[in-house]
């Protein structure tokens, strides 16, 4: 456990010192001053305009983020042999995957909560100059930004995966954005095929190749709560806690494959 706390506060500080962290201070001032101006491109609706147009923002830097922070996790320190020393010695492999992942979580909860913090502010400043009784969802926009959380989470599980086999970042790159683009859609085209619009030609073999690929791969679309925090919709918490123990069981499985990978991997 202390290899693996170490191991995190390292891959913590590394994030806190890159300047792409430092970054998004001038994006998050960059973001309260642009949301009154989103908002004021519809005249019924600029709340929910600007609620959708910060929370598309965050969800936006936070996956380029990800993918960031992710590939770099092991693929830079391995390209380097910055971690070859480290492996050498009495270390699971398993805590220093472990270890990096919880760093990497971290970082990405630092970036979610800063730019939720700036969004949450040039929301609010929007309202009160509004002056119009105007109530701001905030519990709502909460859950929206831990939705958000919950699939870069998933999304650095399956990129600590990838990178736990492949001898270079291309391969994870490219695998993890095709993951993301098909976890993205799996719900959709699921919902589609059981509507029945699809008609009788439609064959079998693709109904049953869909269904496969939607349990494999991981259903982002359920941690998309932006609908609630827009229109205030009821969210309920076990929709909540049923998302969280998705998500967790998900990178889980992913992170448990990716040890046994690595494991195996000659260094």
Do not use: W
Not at 176 to 200: I, P
């Amino acid at each position: 456990m202390q290899s693996i706390i170490a191991f995190a506060l390292t891959t913590l500080k590394g994030g806190v010192r890159d300047r792409l962290l430092q970054g998004l201070i001038l994006v998050g001032f960059l973001l309260i001053a642009s949301t009154a101006m989103f908002s004021s491109f519809s005249m019924r609706q600029p709340v929910e305009v600007a609620i959708n147009y910060g929370l598309s923002v965050i969800h936006i830097l936070s996956i380029i983020m990800t993918l960031f922070f992710g590939l770099n996790l092991i693929s830079r320190e391995l390209d380097s042999k910055e971690n070859h020393f480290i492996l050498s010695q009495p270390i699971p492999r398993s805590s220093y995957i472990m270890g990096k992942y919880s760093g990497f979580l971290l970082n990405i909860f630092l970036i979610v909560a800063i730019l939720g913090f700036f969004s949450t502010a040039g929301l609010l400043l929007m309202i009160s100059g509004a002056n119009n009784g105007i109530s701001f969802p905030l519990v709502k926009f909460v859950s929206a930004l831990c939705g958000i959380f919950f699939s870069c989470a998933i999304l650095g599980a399956v990129i600590v995966l990838f990178t736990s086999v492949a001898t270079s970042s291309i391969f994870p790159f490219l695998m993890s954005c095709a993951v993301y683009a098909v976890g993205e859609n799996t719900q959709t085209v699921k919902r589609y095929l059981a509507s029945g619009m699809v008609g009788k030609d439609f064959p079998p073999v693709f109904r049953v190749l869909s269904d496969i690929i939607y349990y494999i791969f991981p259903n982002f679309a359920l941690f998309d709560f932006k609908a609630y925090a827009i229109y205030g919709l009821p969210l309920s918490g076990r929709l909540l806690l049923v998302s969280a123990a998705y998500g967790g069981a998900y990178a889980a499985v992913c992170l448990f494959f990716a040890v046994i990978l690595f494991e195996r991997r000659d260094i």
